[in-house]
């Protein structure tokens, strides 16, 4: 299991992840990408789900037409941890091409 980042290195990331927020009620961290259209945004979803099975982290989103609303945290850890922080830099990569 993955422990906890510490809120240093929480804000840190914060920092160069452009877009993110902090959700200290809900111990996760949210960003909201909006794409051209439905397609893109579901072709964004798609390459991000396969990653996230990959890591066995799974995120918690929802897609409204050309918007995705993301949120990340583990659960079993209570919180943000560095899996999060991985699938959201995939999810930035994968925003930019």
């Known amino acids: 299991m993955a422990n906890i980042i510490s809120d240093e290195r929480r804000q840190n990331a914060l ?11 809900n111990k996760a961290i949210v960003k909201t990408f909006q794409f051209s259209d439905f397609k893109a945004a579901f072709a964004w979803m798609t390459q991000v789900a396969l990653r996230a099975e990959q890591m066995n982290h ?21 919180g943000v ?17």
């Open 58 to 78: 799974h995120p918690e989103w929802s897609n409204v037409y050309n918007k995705v609303t993301v949120k990340l945290t583990t659960h079993d850890a209570g």
């Open 15 to 25: 920092g160069h992840l452009r877009g993110w927020m902090d959700d200290v009620p």
């Open 81 to 97: 941890t560095s899996l999060d922080l991985e699938l959201a830099d995939y999810m930035e990569e994968a925003f930019a091409t």
